[in-house]
């Protein structure tokens, strides 16, 4: 198995409490995303990373914040959880020099929120 | 507005039966690949294509990229139980951009 693990793999919270997922490779891959699942959405990418401390938005960033202080590891924080952040989040990594190579999917957290 | 469009969402067949999977856009993609997710894992890749007209053959699979790089498909033959999933598409639009993904169709092969 690729060496990418998402932690924890399932939460449950209360509204309104700050929430952290947590990816780490062991791979040394440069790019790493964070996506959500949803029923009747398919997977939406919420931040991405293309190094240490270089992070983008994708397209549901709102209510979510990333960091990335070292190349192993990928952090998404929910500031304060909300309901409709109830979803399945998935981690991904890419070894490409550009940011649409091939992705390698972690197993999934998930979060549902009260 | 979904960049992506699969068709069917769901399809449910007999085994040893054949199915076509779509995976349709207006726009233009550098790459097209191909997903498959089961239950409680994260997607695994099946195949990138990268030229307009390309046909990719994995076992019983047959992926093609359309002519002008905006349309795929994925075609099973003598479907198995063991095909069951959900079946991602996905594209980049260029180098630089990250990969945007298709709802997914949702297969059940029954035995």
């Known amino acids: 198995d690729a060496g990418i693990t998402q932690s924890p793999r399932h939460k449950v919270t209360e509204t309104g409490t700050p929430v952290t997922l947590r990816c780490h490779q062991t791979e040394n891959h440069r790019y790493m995303y964070w996506y959500r699942q949803d029923p009747g959405h398919g997977l939406r990418l919420i931040h991405y990373?293309?190094?240490?401390?270089?992070?983008d938005k994708g397209e549901v960033s709102d209510g979510y914040s990333v960091s990335r202080s070292k190349t192993e590891d990928f952090l998404l924080t929910l500031e304060s959880a909300t309901s409709s952040q109830t979803s399945v989040y998935f981690c991904?990594?890419?070894?490409?020099?550009?940011?649409?190579?091939?992705?390698?999917f972690g197993a999934g957290s998930r979060l549902t929120v009260l | 507005t979904q960049l992506l469009e699969q068709s069917p969402q769901f399809l449910s067949i007999q085994e040893g039966e054949n199915l076509t999977v779509y995976c349709n856009s207006s726009s233009v993609f550098s790459s097209l690949q191909w997903y498959r997710q089961e239950p409680g894992e994260g997607p695994v890749l099946l195949v990138t294509v990268v030229t307009g007209g390309e046909v990719k053959k994995l076992k019983r699979l047959t992926f093609q990229f359309g002519d002008a790089r905006k349309d795929s498909s994925l075609h099973i033959t003598a479907a198995q139980p063991g095909d069951t999933g959900l079946y991602l598409c996905?594209?980049?639009?260029?180098?630089?951009?990250?990969?945007?993904f298709g709802k997914g169709t949702r297969l059940s092969v029954i035995a």
């Open positions: 996905a594209g980049a639009q260029s180098g630089n951009t990250p990969l945007v």
């Open positions: 991904a990594i890419s070894a490409g020099e550009t940011g649409a190579n091939v992705l390698t």
């Open positions: 990373s293309y190094g240490v401390k270089d992070t």
